[in-house]
């Protein structure tokens, strides 16, 4: 089957995907897509990134998986996807709500970005940046 990934996606594509294929884990904050086509995962990837949220995509044995991870991806797929199902709607909150810090500003991710660039490591960039949590990035 051949499909226009960047034309038919949009987010309530996406939000019907993740009901059906998605795993929202509150333990390892992060939300996790699995699917044996990757030209779709490819796609969801393409139109999360227009919505500023960052994911991964990759191979695993017989399946593809997309993983969402970061306070700030995550709450802006939460407002800007989200799920149909109220178990999933519950624990995409619950994903939100374990984090004990509030996300630091995109000049402050941009500083952080440029110091791993560097090779710091998070706890370095938490002394000079006197952030106490730095968010994975």
């Avoid at 991710?109 to 002394?127: D, P, Y």
Wanted: net charge positive.
């Amino acid at each position: 089957m051949s499909i226009k990934m960047d034309k038919e996606i949009n987010s309530g594509y996406v939000r019907g995907f993740f009901d059906g294929e998605g795993c929202p884990s509150v333990k390892g904050k992060q939300i996790i897509i699995t699917n044996q086509n990757f030209n779709i995962l490819k796609g969801i990837k393409k139109k999360l990134s227009s919505l500023g949220i960052i994911s991964r995509l990759k191979n695993d044995k017989n399946c593809y998986r997309l993983k969402i991870h970061g306070y700030n991806n995550l709450l802006r797929f939460v407002k800007l996807i989200g799920s149909n199902m109220q178990e999933k709607r519950k624990k995409l909150l619950a994903i939100i709500n374990s984090y004990s810090h509030y996300p630091i500003s995109k000049q402050q991710i941009e500083n952080v970005r440029t110091l791993r660039k560097k090779g710091r490591t998070f706890r370095q960039i938490a002394k000079m940046t006197k952030v106490s949590v730095v968010p994975l990035i």
